[in-house]
């Protein structure tokens, strides 16, 4: 019982529907910036990653790193 209770105090679903609007503005807002960081993320990945293969290959070149 004393845990309903307890989650009872977190749910309110409002007569008003409009109330609804500035959760949903918020929540696209985040959303389009969750998108953004993780293609920056992406984006930034790659690149270490070629940077990587290139410093790899100049390593095998110069016979450092065995096959």
């Known amino acids: 019982m004393f845990t309903s209770f307890i989650f009872n105090l977190f749910l309110y679903f409002p007569q008003d529907k409009s109330e609804y609007i500035p959760a949903a503005i918020t929540m696209a ?11 920056f993320i992406k984006k930034i990945s790659h690149k270490e990653s070629e940077k990587a293969k290139e410093l790899e290959a100049e390593l095998r070149k110069k016979n450092i790193i065995k096959d």
Do not use: K, Y
């Not at 969750?34 to 293609?39: I, N, Q």
């Open 29 to 39: 807002i985040f959303m389009v910036f969750c998108v953004l960081t993780f293609l």
